[in-house]
């Protein structure tokens, strides 16, 4: 599950992977902002990159899978919002912004092996722009997970543990689990979103 061969085998069926529903988090953070300009990196079907568009941001959605992007791609066309989207494919362990800088730079759910996510931290923060947020959600650890593999359970992590990555001219404004209910192979479990959204001073 950790590299793009996996995920293309996972876009590449009819079915659909993900509800099409923006995350509660991005919701939660990104309703209150002014839309400009936003990266999604590890948009996977663009669930919450439609959402985005569809309140007047212009998005780039990012992944490693091509076809992820591709539904993607398609989701956003048919939601009518083609024009405020563009794709980008890249692996969020070596990205790197190329000089590109965005409003919002937001990632939900992307799990890197073994504490990556504090790397890809780091590196998501060198694509926002002065004045502007970045939000980072993952699963935070939780005996739910017990059945996972050691790399999976060390791929989730605390809010607090990314914060180490902040450039200096980040100011942390939520740092926390936040519970939520979900619904897996159609059993309702409680697990906990770790929530990192920081803003770069102007
Ligand atoms: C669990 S899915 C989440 C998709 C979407 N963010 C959502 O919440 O519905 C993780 C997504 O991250 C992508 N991904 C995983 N590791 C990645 C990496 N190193 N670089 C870029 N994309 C990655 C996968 O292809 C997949 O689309």
């Not at 919701?27 to 959402?51: H, M, N």
């Amino acid at each position: 599950m950790f590299e793009a061969p996996s995920w293309e085998e996972r876009y590449s069926g009819e079915q659909q992977v993900w509800s099409g529903n923006p995350n509660t988090q991005l919701v939660a953070e990104a309703s209150a902002l002014t839309p400009r300009t936003a990266l999604d990196v590890g948009c996977g079907e663009g669930g919450d990159v439609i959402w985005l568009a569809q309140r007047g941001w212009t998005v780039t959605g990012a992944d490693f899978s091509a076809n992820g992007l591709a539904r993607a791609a398609r989701h956003a066309e048919e939601a009518g919002v083609a024009d405020r989207t563009d794709w980008w494919q890249v692996d969020a362990r070596t990205f790197a912004a190329e000089g590109r800088q965005f409003d919002l730079v937001t990632t939900h759910f992307l799990h890197p092996p073994d504490g990556g996510m504090v790397d890809v931290t780091r590196r998501l923060a060198g694509a926002v722009a002065p004045g502007g947020h970045l939000l980072v959600v993952g699963h935070a650890p939780s005996g739910v997970f017990t059945q996972l593999s050691d790399s999976h359970r060390k791929a989730m992590f605390l809010a607090e543990e990314l914060l180490p990555a902040l450039p200096d001219d980040f100011e942390p404004l939520v740092v926390e689990q936040r519970p939520r209910t979900a619904v897996r192979d159609g059993v309702t479990i409680e697990v906990e979103d770790a929530t990192l959204l920081a803003r770069r001073r102007a």
